[in-house]
């Protein structure tokens, strides 16, 4: 049980204190309810860059890192296609230098040429580094288009092509910053060894005058519902044949998103799963084999993915993760198997819950989805899935019809 106290203040910032007397540390997270899917398809990629400006300094504080390393602290931050999320971590009788370096960026960002020309440049040699010269790098690309077809989850938060990233001007990123970075439309926590009225008040004097933005009004598109399984193929310079099946689901909120991940977890977590047992060890189809899921605000992506091994054929491979997964729509889980997934969630669960930073995360996270408070009842959400709830979501999820399947065929 992980406890808090929560407080908003009068321009809309939400504010969530977690005491942790046991450490000598104090985490600040900072959630924008932004991401990628709050961008325009003509202009991709942009959230991301922005969360790289946000750390080129504010015009009260040029430069973001120093500050906070002198007072032995450290950050970082992060974009999904829902979110921006900023943290620092730092000795707790420091707390206010990262409340005084958050709420400035926040207030009054420097918007800079050459700090915007800097980032864009950095952005893009990400762009190239990992997205285009990386083997198989592309392939959330190709996937994403594949999968999605109106929802603006169809391009990747790294944006869709590098020429966006390259044409943003600086009007678009205060349009960006004004709409977006804005306390109404943020949820900070701070987790550690602190007192929640003492940090409710230094909350009040960093961030209360910051004046409230426009309320966010999201009308994105449904994707409709997929009605034929969808092919590509890609001759690709890749070490070897691989295989990526994207499978539509359910939404992070949905009552089967826990036995959705669950699912996720029997086929793909260790060498004792499904997938791997059967199609590495056993049959020896794959060198590698995983499966994920996403875990977006709006309908999500149950993914496979395996490297074939040499003269394993696509259509072998294919069929072979197919019989895998419909093994668990004609056969009911055992207890024994489903509870041992279970355990590795809880495990996984009690350790995160160690790390006050984790703590703060999931706390703004939770927060971001409609009640912090739930964050507390997930484990009781995944103990109470039953094997009938399993074998029903793996028959909703592993139609035929719903799928959609990359072949890279390595050059070589």
């Known amino acids: 049980m992980i406890k808090f106290e929560q407080h908003t203040l009068a321009n809309g910032l939400k504010v969530i204190v977690h005491e942790d007397t ?218 070897v044949n691989a295989i990526y099946k994207a499978y539509r689901m359910c939404d992070r909120l949905h009552k089967d998103y826990h036995a959705s991940d669950l699912l996720r977890d029997i086929f793909s977590t260790g060498d004792s799963s499904r997938l791997y047992n059967q199609l590495v060890k056993e049959q020896k189809l794959f060198s590698t084999v995983s499966a994920y899921v996403t875990e977006s605000i709006d309908d999500g992506l149950f993914l496979v993915e395996g490297r074939l091994q040499e003269g394993v054929s696509m259509e072998q491979g294919n069929a072979a993760i197919v019989s895998v997964l419909q093994q668990m729509i004609e056969e009911k889980i055992s207890e024994e198997e489903l509870t041992k997934v279970k355990n590795k969630i809880e495990s996984y669960m009690l350790f995160g819950e160690v790390n006050i930073l984790n703590r703060a995360m999931n706390l703004a996270y939770f927060d971001m989805l409609g009640n912090a408070a739930d964050l507390n009842d997930e484990l009781a959400k995944y103990k109470a899935v039953t094997a009938d709830d399993i074998q029903r979501v793996a028959n909703q999820i592993f139609q035929s019809k719903q799928c959609n399947t990359i072949h890279y065929y390595s050059k070589k």
């Open 22 to 239: 046991n450490t000598a540390m104090a985490a600040v997270n900072v959630l924008y309810k932004v991401g990628s899917r709050d961008e325009d398809e003509n202009q991709t990629g942009f959230a991301h860059l922005f969360e790289h400006f946000m750390f080129e300094g504010s015009v009260n504080i040029p430069e973001f890192d120093s500050p906070l390393q002198y007072a032995s602290g450290e950050n970082n931050a992060f974009t999904s296609t829902d979110i921006t999320n900023y943290y620092d971590i730092l000795p707790a009788n420091n707390l206010e230098t990262a409340l005084w370096l958050e709420s400035d960026r926040m207030l009054s960002l420097a918007f800079d040429e050459e700090s915007l020309r800097t980032q864009k440049n950095v952005v893009m040699e990400e762009f190239k580094e990992h997205y285009i010269n990386q083997p198989y790098g592309d392939v959330w690309h190709k996937m994403t288009g594949l999968a999605y077809k109106v929802h603006p989850y169809k391009w990747p938060v790294i944006g869709l092509n590098l020429e966006h990233i390259e044409q943003v001007e600086m009007q678009t990123a205060k349009d960006f910053f004004y709409r977006f970075y804005r306390p109404n439309n943020a949820v900070i926590v701070i987790a550690g060894n602190v007192k929640a009225k003492e940090v409710f008040a230094l909350v009040e004097k960093w961030f209360g005058e910051i004046p409230a933005g426009p309320t966010i009004e999201r009308n994105l598109p449904k994707e409709p519902e997929q009605s034929e399984e969808r092919f590509l193929d890609v001759h690709a310079d890749v070490p």
